[in-house]
């Protein structure tokens, strides 16, 4: 695999630099596929070697790496070195690269994923707190992008090694929840709860929202019932409990659909009753001003004069979204002892997690500098054939039925035992996938159309070309029967893939970097052009018998990379389309 030659070359340059093997692991990539030409397969960055101290800075860069170039020798692996801008190419004996690229694996997901690379990266318990909706409420359309990104961050740490805990810290204190409580005292009912909870409880808050305009009295009657909440009344906190019950099953039947679990179901609440130790600690450390209104802040600005500060506390005493993120920070490090803590939300929350992160430093927590933000932009013109989308459900259910039309109109749809279960997981995947291609920042408007196209970079391309090798393996076997001979896999083809096959450690490596699943994204769907490629021209049947097993094995290794990548997507593969 990738990391037998990364290593091997390493070591050839570490016995001509007498450095350690390590230090050239990153100078060393693979080289994209060209179309055009079959190109080397790792390059050396001697920029890299200057700017990492292994060269001088002194010297002409290109006279270093010919100088360097004169040293390197051919041998059993590398077949030739040559020269660029910069850079040393290294080509690998091909016989070599086939037997290695499609060696057995103990564990079918393991390929790629013991590289030195990710020796780099530091390894231990990350919490992921992602999705977040508010109780109470339907779950917006909004929530996808936090749901999908925040499994892709889980599922990518875990694959790399790291011990994973998925929260979901649920949006059920505060005043939004004071005004939905006023609310159903006024507008609510119970029989109508039973019937369809969520979508009574979304007409409610729309209502009283409404009124709330117009009327201070139901302003004021929302800060009552919170101030209930935070006292802990009886018929307040019961109703409270209804609400957050009703909400978390509803919400367990979306995150089933989309293939998302969590280890733990958190909320605001929990960490109600330590915001106010958290106002004393502020207290105690000189940190907690007082401000004309009454209100608490705590100044964050460079130089003590107040241009930046944060508000911790209302002038009634009651506390903020950002005191209760406070209070559970500082106690999921206490109970999880996590080494990073990831939050997903959209880019509108920027500096409130600027501001959060800020005030734990200033609190003498360092080990906030291992908390982070991934934000995201807004998706826009995301509709249904009934109109503007308010809710997810209406989402999965649409890319559900536009999915099993387009698959009932196509020739190549296989016969299977459940259409509408294939058409879903199809459908979330073409969602995924159009989410990921761009940066997460970016806004991106929605298209129905270009998202459920079968050809192109969507998520139904994966997945048929999935469905399409699982077809092939099916019929014909894994390859496994007879000896691989590498001699019979020389084409262009094979090699193309092989290389783009050499990529798939580095783009983890860079996507576990900046959290960025377009990496990921760009390397599947290029992987997959290329083993449309393969098909037409590298056939099975009809072949003599050991060059179809040796094909067989050149395919079974990409369904396999193919898989392997679309789970960490938080794609399910599915076997027939």
Wanted: hydrophobic share 40%.
């Amino acid at each position: 695999m990738a990391c037998f030659f990364r290593r091997s070359i390493a070591s050839k340059l570490s016995r001509i630099l007498h450095q350690p093997e390590d230090v050239f692991i990153s100078a060393l990539s693979a080289v994209p596929v060209s179309n055009k030409k079959q190109t080397a397969d790792f390059r050396l960055s001697i920029v890299t070697l200057v700017k990492d101290g292994i060269l001088t800075s002194n010297g002409n860069l290109q006279s270093q790496t010919e100088a360097l170039l004169n040293e390197l020798k051919q041998d059993s692996v590398v077949e030739e070195i040559s020269i660029g801008p910069g850079v040393i190419n290294f080509r690998l004996h091909r016989k070599l690269l086939v037997q290695k690229m499609l060696e057995p694996l103990g564990k079918e997901d393991s390929f790629g994923l013991n590289s030195e690379l990710f020796n780099r990266l530091e390894k231990g318990k990350t919490l992921v707190e992602f999705s977040s909706p508010n109780i109470a409420k339907k779950f917006h359309a909004g929530h996808l992008r936090s749901t999908m990104i925040g499994n892709f961050i889980a599922n990518l740490k875990r694959s790399l090694g790291n011990d994973v805990i998925r929260m979901n810290y649920l949006g059920d204190w505060g005043m939004q929840f004071g005004m939905l409580g006023a609310g159903f005292e006024q507008y609510g009912s119970q029989e109508k709860l039973k019937e369809n909870p969520l979508q009574h409880l979304f007409d409610v808050y729309v209502q009283v929202n409404r009124e709330a305009e117009i009327n201070k009295d139901i302003r004021h009657a929302a800060r009552v019932f919170f101030r209930h909440l935070e006292h802990h009344e009886v018929k307040a906190m019961a109703l409270w409990q209804q609400l957050r019950e009703i909400s978390v099953k509803e919400y367990q039947q979306v995150y089933k659909r989309l293939g998302v679990h969590y280890d733990i179901y958190s909320g605001e609440s929990f960490h109600q009753g330590q915001t106010q130790e958290v106002v004393q600690q502020l207290h105690n450390l000189g940190l907690l001003k007082i401000t004309e209104k009454g209100t608490g802040v705590v100044d964050l600005s460079p130089c003590g004069d107040m241009s930046s500060y944060s508000t911790v506390l209302c002038s009634d005493g009651t506390s903020l979204y950002i005191t209760r993120d406070i209070a559970a920070a500082i106690d999921r490090k206490e109970k999880y002892t996590f080494h990073e803590m990831i939050y997903v939300t959209d880019k509108s929350q920027d500096n409130h997690f600027h501001q959060l992160f800020q005030v734990l430093l200033t609190m003498g927590h360092s080990w906030a500098q291992r908390c982070r933000h991934v934000s995201f932009g807004l998706v826009q013109g995301m509709k249904t054939r009934c109109g503007e989308v308010i809710f997810l459900e209406d989402v999965l259910d649409e890319a559900r039925a536009r999915m099993l039309h387009n698959m009932s109109q196509s020739m190549t749809t296989k016969e299977m035992e459940n259409p509408e279960d294939t058409a879903e997981k199809v459908g979330i995947s073409a969602l995924i996938v159009q989410d990921f291609k761009g940066p997460l920042e970016s806004d991106y408007k929605f298209d129905w159309d270009r998202m459920l196209q079968a050809k192109g970079d969507t998520g139904v391309f994966l997945q048929y070309t999935h469905a399409r090798l699982c077809s092939l393996l099916h019929m014909q076997g894994n390859g496994q029967e007879l000896e691989l001979d590498p001699s019979v896999l020389l084409e262009p083809r094979t090699i193309s893939i092989l290389q783009h096959l050499l990529c798939y450690d580095e783009v983890l490596y860079r996507s576990a970097q900046d959290l960025q699943p377009k990496h990921l994204v760009n390397f599947l769907t290029k992987l997959c052009r290329l083993v449309a490629l393969a098909l037409r021209e590298l056939p099975v049947k009809g072949s003599p018998p050991n060059v179809a097993q040796a094909r067989l094995q050149l395919f079974n290794r990409t369904r396999s990379v193919l898989a392997n990548g679309m789970r960490i997507l938080g794609i399910t593969p599915v076997d027939k389309m």
